[in-house]
């Protein structure tokens, strides 16, 4: 029993660490939710309102407490039906997050033979729109295609979106080093500012980033442009040095938006994206 006492003494001791550690964690995971959608801006106006009821109760302004006391219900009904989209989209993530997650990290020859098919497809002008998943599951979008489990190759690529096929309108997903599916169904963008010009793909594309963390890879049809989507942006008409290098830092070292400086071969990555690149659409 002494030892039963020793555990016992060394959990009491190491317990307000484990607490603080787990509460941590969840915070974190919950701030890394939000800062991705629009409920920040929620956040940031009810911690003002906070702040007046705060000065109001401190001041002993009871006729500005009685309006915000009456106000208060409505302001909660309201903000969950101008936000539902967003409240939707954290419970999906919330639902679909996987925290420990194999190393799914795709090979640079992977991602070359990609953009190898999105060259040739691009010159041929055909559509191709392939989904790189990162923490987010996206097993939900797979089962909505036809499951190849194939072994990546551009000519595979090529042949999947080359030919009006039953699989050319969909989109690839490329999960743990393999094709997973084609002809997947992607959610379209909600976003009212995309250009008209951008047909299906373009929106399909900036859909995905928006309900994901995923990084989607899009050739139009009209134009030949390569694009990418990720972070609820789309980044249009890119070549493919800077295609491979910013599909290989976000997929690797799983970086946001802004985070990655230019590397030394030159390959333009997604801090130059931000700053640099024409055509940035979205939020």
């Not at 039963?4 to 001791?13: G, I, K, M, N």
């Not at 787990?22 to 702040?51: D, P």
């Not at 409240?87 to 795709?106: A, M, T, V």
């Not at 992607?186 to 500012?193: F, K, N, V």
Request: hydrophobic content about 45%.
């Amino acid at each position: 029993m002494e030892w039963l006492q020793r555990l016992s003494a060394v959990y009491d001791t190491i317990r307000p660490v484990l607490d603080v550690a787990i509460l941590s964690f969840l915070l974190y995971k919950v701030y890394e939710l939000l800062v991705k959608t629009q409920v920040m801006q929620m956040i940031k106006g009810a911690g003002f309102l906070a702040l007046v009821y705060g000065l109001a109760v401190l001041c002993k302004l009871t006729t500005l407490q009685w309006v915000l006391n009456i106000l208060a219900p409505g302001l909660l009904v309201t903000v969950a039906i101008v936000f539902q989209p967003e409240l939707r989209k954290i419970i999906l993530r919330l639902g679909q997050s996987e925290l420990f997650r194999p190393d799914s990290k795709p090979r640079l020859s992977h991602l070359e033979a990609v953009v190898t098919a999105a060259e040739i497809l691009s010159q041929e002008r055909r559509g191709m729109l392939v989904v790189f998943p990162r923490r987010v599951n996206l097993r939900n979008i797979i089962d909505t295609g036809t499951k190849i489990n194939a072994e990546i190759s551009s000519s595979l690529i090529v042949a999947v979106f080359e030919f009006d096929g039953p699989l050319h309108d969909g989109a690839m997903v490329i999960q743990n080093g393999r094709i997973a599916a084609a002809g997947c169904f992607l959610p379209l963008s909600e976003q009212q500012d995309i250009k008209k010009s951008f047909g299906t793909r373009h929106r399909a594309s900036l859909g995905m980033s928006e309900q994901s963390d995923a990084v989607t890879l899009v050739v139009s049809e009209e134009t030949g442009a390569i694009s990418i989507a990720f972070d609820g942006k789309l980044y249009y008409d890119l070549s493919s040095v800077e295609i491979t290098g910013t599909l290989r830092e976000m997929l690797e070292h799983g970086v946001k938006s802004g985070e990655v400086e230019k590397n030394g071969s030159g390959s333009s990555t997604a801090s130059s994206l931000d700053s640099g690149k024409e055509g940035i659409l979205g939020q």
